[in-house]
């Protein structure tokens, strides 16, 4: 009772100090949902340390954006699925800042993989970017996380897949099923320090793949009859940011699509 009443006064005291920004790693804020993520996560006050890969304009575009709300924030380019570039992310992350209040891991590659026809190659690039990629990034980010003297949170982002049966995606599903499960285990593993949570979307921006199921025929399965907005998951990562409770879940946002 004394310890819980000690930390949270701690907590409160560190957060008040003039230099105690708060400070977020995220990773694939370059991408469509990732972007409005990292805006939303600016927008909270958080000064915003992002990764990005392939897509350099779109990274530089958010990042722009950022500052307008957060002038310290910066980028650095990071292949996930090569754990020495998340290290070097990280080593470039503590020479800026020294402290580390959320991480939000949203990078993911995502493509059609017809099972007969699965290559080892495309096993890899899916499942080392999205899973092993988020595993190296939870462990960097939660060596620092523990020793702090403040509760900090991180929220990886999933896949509603993960609880699906999905034809030709199985390392892409796969791997966010890793990542729920990585969840449970981290938020375990770390509590009470750090809080770990998932979202889990449903569709929430289209594929450009020709041979993915039209919008029509999406919502026709989803209870609430629309697709998913990028507003849908910011207000669950506000959420998120606002509770103390909360560890371990899987949040699924994805207007009843799991109900069928
Ligand atoms: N959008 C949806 O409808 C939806 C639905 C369900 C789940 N989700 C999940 O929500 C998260 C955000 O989605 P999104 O719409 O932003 O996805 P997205 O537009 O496909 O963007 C993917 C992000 O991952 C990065 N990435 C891909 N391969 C990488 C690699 N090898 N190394 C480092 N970064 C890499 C991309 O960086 P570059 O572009 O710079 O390469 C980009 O920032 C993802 O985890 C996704 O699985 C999204």
Not at 7 to 36: H, N, Q, W
Not at 140 to 147: D, Q
Request: glycine content about 4%; charged content about 25%; proline content about 3%.
């Amino acid at each position: 009772m004394l310890k819980n009443r000690v930390d949270r006064e701690i907590k409160t005291l560190y957060e008040m100090t003039p230099s105690g920004k708060k400070v977020c790693f995220m990773t694939g804020a370059s991408g469509m949902l990732g972007s409005e993520i990292a805006l939303s996560v600016a927008g909270q006050g958080y000064t915003v340390f992002f990764t990005w890969h392939a897509s350099e304009k779109r990274a530089a575009e958010t990042l722009e954006k950022i500052r307008w709300i957060s002038p310290e924030s910066q980028m650095v380019r990071c292949d996930m699925s090569k754990n020495q570039d998340i290290v070097n992310a990280f080593t470039a992350f503590r020479k800026e800042f020294d402290r580390l209040d959320l991480l939000v891991t949203s990078a993911s590659n995502f493509f059609r993989t017809p099972l007969p026809d699965v290559t080892e190659e495309e096993w890899d690039s899916l499942v080392d970017t999205n899973l092993k990629g988020t595993f190296f990034t939870m462990q960097e980010a939660a060596r620092i996380m523990r020793k702090q003297l403040f509760v900090s949170r991180i929220i990886t982002m999933t896949d509603i897949s993960a609880d699906l049966v999905w034809r030709n995606f199985a390392p892409y599903t796969v791997s966010k099923a890793g990542i729920q499960h990585l969840t449970r285990i981290f938020a375990k593993e770390f509590a009470p320090v750090i809080l770990v949570n998932s979202i889990a979307p449903g569709t929430v921006t289209l594929n450009a793949d020709k041979e993915m199921e039209s919008e029509a025929e999406m919502v026709k399965k989803i209870a609430l009859q629309r697709l998913g907005d990028p507003l849908d998951i910011v207000r669950t990562i506000i959420f998120l940011l606002e509770s103390d409770y909360i560890t371990g879940q899987i949040i699924n946002v994805e207007g009843g699509r799991l109900l069928q």
